[in-house]
């Protein structure tokens, strides 16, 4: 199993609304967690961090729920600058070293 | 502030061809890492280094191969380049690697602009 997982979408959403992603996580370990957002054809760039119970900046919020082994996204009064990818990244243990695994995104395409 | 330098942006090879995949950062990071992006597929972990003389394999390693000399470079090499290995390449890096608790931002992946490969 893969270790993050999200829903792919695409999530179509009109301007104004409120809409979640999730991602789920297998390794209980994993102790910070990242949303990354990518635009067509270009590169990831850092949303938010999560390395505790949760993160706010403005109308976007990221909650770590560690019991259910899951990460969200909320994103409120969505704007059309908000339409792209939207990627999970949590830590991968394995190996001789640890690296960071990306889940495979999801697109958000807010419509006016 | 240069921060990941990816050359080339764009390549063209043929099957059976090799070529190197540059990248370079100017931030002193320890960690430097080569993903894939292929539709549906994601980001795909091809190998990591977490500091100079130190490599590892990722998700997807075979293919390729990397070293790491200094600190700022990490180069990507396709030994003989196959039509499966079409794709988006983006090279990243942080200041630190993984695992355990960190001091915050220490994993904070910085990425290149990517790297667009055709392999015919």
């Known amino acids: 199993r893969k270790e993050v997982e999200q829903d792919p979408g695409p999530f179509n959403v009109p301007e104004g609304a409120t809409v979640a992603f999730n991602c789920t996580y297998s390794n209980s370990a994993s102790q910070s967690f990242f949303w990354y957002r990518q635009d067509c054809r270009k590169e990831p760039k850092l949303l938010m961090s999560?390395?505790?119970s949760g993160n706010e900046d403005g109308r976007f919020t990221a909650q770590l729920n560690r019991a259910s082994q899951y990460i969200s996204l909320l994103i409120r009064d969505s704007k059309l600058s908000d339409s792209a990818t939207y990627l999970c990244v949590g830590p991968n243990y394995g190996g001789s070293q640890g690296n960071l695994i990306f889940g495979k995104g999801t697109k958000l395409s807010v419509k006016p | 502030n240069a921060g990941v330098t990816q050359t080339p942006k764009f390549q063209v090879l043929k099957t059976g061809q090799s070529m190197t995949l540059q990248c370079a950062q100017d931030m002193n990071h320890e960690y430097m890492s080569w993903y894939r992006q292929d539709p549906g597929m994601g980001l795909r972990l091809i190998h990591y280094?977490?500091?100079?003389?130190?490599?590892d394999q990722g998700e997807v390693p075979n293919g390729y191969n990397v070293s790491r000399s200094t600190t700022e470079d990490f180069p990507l090499r396709l030994l003989s380049a196959a039509p499966s290995q079409t794709s988006v390449y983006f090279c990243?890096?942080?200041?630190?690697?993984?695992?355990?608790?960190?001091?915050?931002?220490?994993?904070?992946?910085?990425f290149g602009a990517g790297s667009r490969l055709t392999v015919l």
């Open positions: 280094s977490v500091g100079a003389g130190i490599t």
């Open positions: 990243a890096s942080s200041p630190r690697g993984v695992a355990g608790p960190l001091p915050t931002g220490a994993n904070v992946l910085t």
């Open positions: 999560v390395y505790s």
